[in-house]
């Protein structure tokens, strides 16, 4: 099943009936959802619910055993570029150069997506502003503390083009100033056109987002 028409334009992430299994173990019961263009949806429920799996799907790290998952039309995983430039995950860990400054790490990445121009550096620059990191981006990784760290992750994130981004629990490490701000920058990011689907135990960024999606065990 699928949508047609008009909210196919708009739907960027849709699962239906997706589940994940190993062996006799369920990871996600089956689930469904459509995401569309511009929205926010918090993924919540207990721990050990599926919230983590259901992302890993999204980002192409997991499939599910049964239904489907699609992301901008097509299943996730894919090795085409283009479609991958478009997904901008925090799921697992993402890798960090211990021995390149945030500044540095900041610049590639913003380069390796949006080109390697002056336009694309004022607007990672920017977005360390936004997300107060910028008296360390002359730091290294090692140099900062573990919210430091979670913000700095969140930049490499935030600092791609991609029309769908997927986070798993972002306000790891964070004070509740810094999730509040974090929640301004995801909201502005929506109201830009991005679709977001993030995992939270965190009350103020699910508050703040659109819709839920809740997963419970029974
Ligand atoms: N590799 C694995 N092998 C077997 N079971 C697994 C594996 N990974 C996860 N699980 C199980 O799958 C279920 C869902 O895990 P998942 O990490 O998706 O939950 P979660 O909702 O993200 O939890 P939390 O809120 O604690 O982060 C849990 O019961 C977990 O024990």
Not at 1 to 19: D, P
Not at 71 to 85: A, I, K, M, T
Not at 187 to 196: E, F, K, P, V, Y
Request: glycine share 8%; aromatic share 4%.
């Amino acid at each position: 099943m699928s949508l047609s028409g008009h909210a196919a334009e708009r739907t960027r992430v849709e699962c239906v009936e997706a589940s994940v299994r190993l062996l006799d173990t369920t990871l996600l019961r089956p689930t469904t959802f459509a995401a569309s263009a511009g929205e926010w949806w918090s993924v919540t429920g207990p721990n050990g619910s599926g919230k983590s799996t259901l992302l890993r799907v999204l980002a192409g790290r997991a499939s599910p055993s049964e239904g489907t998952c699609r992301v901008l039309g097509r299943p996730v995983g894919s090795s085409d570029p283009s479609h991958r430039r478009e997904i901008a995950s925090l799921v697992d860990s993402v890798p960090v150069a211990s021995d390149m400054t945030l500044r540095e790490q900041l610049g590639m990445v913003a380069a390796s997506w949006s080109g390697n121009t002056p336009a694309a550096a004022e607007d990672a620059v920017r977005l360390a502003g936004e997300l107060r990191l910028t008296h360390l981006l002359d730091r290294f990784p090692h140099e900062l503390s573990s919210g430091q760290l979670q913000l700095f992750l969140m930049s490499l994130v935030l600092v791609r083009p991609g029309q769908v981004v997927i986070l798993d629990e972002p306000e790891r490490h964070l004070d509740s100033d810094h999730v509040k701000n974090l929640a301004d920058i995801l909201q502005q990011r929506c109201r830009q056109g991005a679709t977001i689907i993030m995992a939270s135990h965190d009350s103020t960024l699910i508050d703040t987002a659109d819709r839920r999606l809740e997963l419970n065990y029974g």
